[in-house]
């Protein structure tokens, strides 16, 4: 079995920065994808941005220039660094990981964006 946590998220303010964290932990397993997703009130959840296993990462349209993926290997740890907030990126954040245990989700995170 995988645990997988999310940390971070918040208030943001528009202009400023957040950065969320997700991290795996449990029996010996390899982790292939780690990806972020959001779902926002009354919309559907939406694939934020990926990141493989060699660390190439790919963006949806709405943030790509504004977000930065990145992870940490040896902690099996997945961040998402969140520049340039809008107050169309409050959502609920989450975590997804592609491993070889299966597919696991964090718990969510709220992200609000407002002055």
């Known amino acids: 079995q995988v645990q997988v946590v999310e940390s971070g998220g918040g208030l943001g303010h528009p202009g400023g920065s957040l950065r969320l964290s997700c991290a795996a932990s449990g029996r010996s397993f390899s982790i292939y994808g780690m990806n972020w997703f959001r779902q926002a009130p009354g919309k559907q959840r939406e694939l934020v941005a990926s990141?493989?296993?060699?660390?190439?990462?790919s963006y949806s349209d709405s943030v790509k220039g504004r977000f930065t993926i990145s992870r940490d290997n040896a902690k099996n740890t997945v961040y998402l660094q969140m520049n340039s907030l809008k107050p169309e990126d409050t959502a609920v954040y989450y975590c997804?990981?592609?491993?070889?245990?299966?597919?696991?989700w964090g718990q969510g995170t709220q992200v609000t964006v407002s002055s």
């Open positions: 997804n990981f592609g491993t070889s245990a299966g597919v696991y």
């Open positions: 990141i493989n296993s060699v660390g190439t990462a």
